[in-house]
């Protein structure tokens, strides 16, 4: 009875103090596709009875006001009703078709993936995903480096399944050093943690979705309202988004409070890696394939959740 009574609690703080207040600062990220239909944006959300959707999620480098590359590239299907959520993860080397580039001076039109968002932010990188996968983004968010080491400082840090040294030992890499089995890391380290790449784009791929399932079991521990006022004001502040503000915070309270941590599947697109004029990763396309199947069953709300395809649940 306690822990119902405080969850109610909770609940209607969420909704009397935190939502009042960030609301606005959610608002200045949103900044729409060109093809959002803004009726149905505007339109009131209910979570548990909407159908699924699509987010592309967007890890950014991005400098004051260049768009940078995204560096993190994750392909997502969320089915509230039975939440579960898909993961793809698209590696920032893949070669591909980089749609709307003709029209950039000095875009290639056909180079890594990751520069589409350089070339043409949010819009070409959703562009370009739609067309490699042939399925729809409904929505985006992209965040920069600063802003997830805001975040993760804002929770107090993550829990990440780190047994053994993790560090750069290229000379022409960055600095990277991060400690093995510590109970918690802070920003700076979750924020090495998923760019750290001298073992292979699909460790790396695997450690970005790891960090997202921290993020919100993190999220889940959290009773004070106030640290959750402070952790969706620095998102605001440091990322980008056609999902209105109140989607976003009807999304929060639902993973926060209404729901467990999602059933997460996930899957990496495959393919080799070649030289030519520099490193790309050649996509394998029977499997771009049969992930573009899989995404269509994840989206089709009529879809039983056991019927779904699962490759890796975590």
């Known amino acids: 009875m306690s822990f119902i009574f405080r969850k109610e609690l909770l609940m209607f703080g969420f909704d009397h103090v935190v939502a009042p207040t960030v609301e606005g600062t959610l608002k200045h990220s949103y900044v729409p596709l060109s093809h959002n239909n803004d009726e ?17 999620l967007l890890g950014t480098d991005q400098r004051g006001k260049e768009n940078g590359l995204s560096d993190s590239i994750i392909y997502t299907v969320v089915r509230p009703k039975e939440n579960k959520v898909l993961f793809v993860s698209i590696p920032r080397d893949s070669y591909t078709r980089i749609v709307g580039a003709e029209e950039v001076k000095g875009a290639r039109k056909n180079t890594k993936i990751n520069a589409a968002h350089s070339y043409g932010g949010a819009q070409m990188s959703v562009d370009t995903v739609e067309h490699l996968l042939d399925v729809p983004v409904n929505y985006y968010a992209t965040i920069n480096f600063s802003g997830l080491v805001e975040v993760v400082d804002a929770i107090g840090g993550v829990e990440l399944p780190i047994t053994k040294l993790i560090e750069n030992k290229n000379p022409a890499h960055e600095k990277l050093r991060i400690e093995p089995n510590k109970p918690i890391y802070t920003g700076n380290e979750a924020l090495m943690y998923v760019r750290y790449r001298e073992d292979s784009d699909f460790k790396r791929t695997e450690r970005q979705r790891i960090f997202l399932k921290a993020v919100l079991d993190r999220m889940k521990k959290f009773s004070n309202i106030a640290n959750i006022k402070d952790i969706m004001g620095v ?29 997460i599947n996930s899957h990496m697109l495959q393919g080799t890696d070649k030289w030519t004029d520099q490193w790309y990763y050649i996509l394998d396309d029977e499997d771009v394939q049969r992930t573009h199947e899989r995404i269509e069953l994840w989206l089709n709300p009529d879809m039983a959740a056991g019927e779904l395809i699962s490759e890796d649940s975590e």
């Open 235 to 263: 998102a605001g502040d440091n990322f980008k988004t056609n999902m209105r503000a109140e989607f976003m915070l009807e999304l929060a309270k639902r993973v926060v409070f209404e729901s467990g941590t999602p059933q």
């Open 40 to 56: 149905e944006e505007a339109a009131s959300i209910k979570l548990d009875k909407s159908p699924p959707f699509s987010l592309l």
